[in-house]
């Protein structure tokens, strides 16, 4: 199954516990990476592009229910957008 990543406007919701804030989530990325070694060997990335991510899995941290999220709204997102739309 896959997700849908939340958006500005959207956040996840458990459906079961009701949770908000804490997911573990499978990934699949397929990523460039700009990587920059010192003198030591040590390398750092300094760059990464995503060329293409898929969300595999979302597993509620509380309950431990897994793909048993949906998209709710975020507070406020509506008032937000609505701020944004120019006036007429």
Known sequence: MTVVAPTAETR???TLCGNLTRFDVTRS???VEYLHFDLGGESKVEETEVLSETLESV???WCNAVDQVELVARPGAEDEAAAEEPKA
């Open 12 to 14: 996840w919701r458990c």
């Open 59 to 61: 597993r509620c941290r």
């Open 29 to 31: 990325a397929r990523v």
